[in-house]
């Protein structure tokens, strides 16, 4: 059985309209929706609550694999709105700089072949400045709020976890971020392709 995870309901709607047999009002943060081969969530925004809902996901249901999805920010103008990007390192981002910091670094592997492959930091306070970005921002590539508890939780169970995200703002030099509003389409799509094609459970 594989774990989906989305971090809302909103990101989570096109792919339970089409490929469940659930209404997505049911689906909430703590009531996932499964199929024969399939449990859908949702994490909610926020580390604390995305760790809460991966323990409780993982605690009730035996799973294969986790896949972790929904938005990022990139770090750089290398990455354009629209891009998905898979996650091959996840680093915690709330944490004081040190001089020869030592930090939480998980590797993850990339089965899915994307065009885009990266560092991914989760971090609760941000800042949209590219001037001032912290430590742990100069050295990722993309920036959530999710993906790293969400793959540290997959890893205390033992369940191997896969983080796939689609590029929906970035820092531009005057603050300004730019929307992608199909974003929940951009991963409805991946995900039927990775689902269709379950070769990458065994890589």
């Known amino acids: 059985m594989i774990g989906l995870l989305f ?9 339970v309209q089409n490929h469940t047999t659930g209404r997505i009002e049911a689906l909430s943060e703590d009531a996932p929706i499964q199929t024969e081969d399939l449990v859908v969530g949702v994490t909610g925004t926020g580390k604390v609550n995305a760790a809460l809902a991966t323990e409780r996901l993982l605690r009730d249901h035996d799973l294969d694999a986790l896949l972790h999805t929904g938005p990022c920010t990139a770090l750089s103008e290398d990455l354009s709105p629209g891009t998905l990007i898979e996650a091959e390192f996840v680093l915690e981002g709330d944490r004081v700089e040190l001089d020869a910091p030592t930090y939480p670094r998980m590797p993850l592997a990339c089965p899915f072949d994307l065009s885009a492959e990266g560092t991914l930091v989760s971090q609760d306070h941000t800042t949209d400045d590219a001037d001032e970005q912290s430590y742990w921002e ?8 999710a993906g790293y508890p969400v793959a540290y939780v997959a890893g205390q169970h033992g369940t191997p976890c896969h983080i796939a995200k689609v590029v929906t703002t970035y820092p531009e030099q005057d603050g300004a971020p730019v929307d992608v509003s199909n974003r929940s389409q951009v991963i409805a799509g991946f995900l039927e392709e990775v689902l269709e094609d379950r070769n990458w459970l065994t890589s």
């Open 138 to 145: 100069r050295i990722a590539d993309v920036r959530d709020d």
């Open 7 to 15: 971090t809302t309901t909103e990101e989570a709607a096109p792919f």
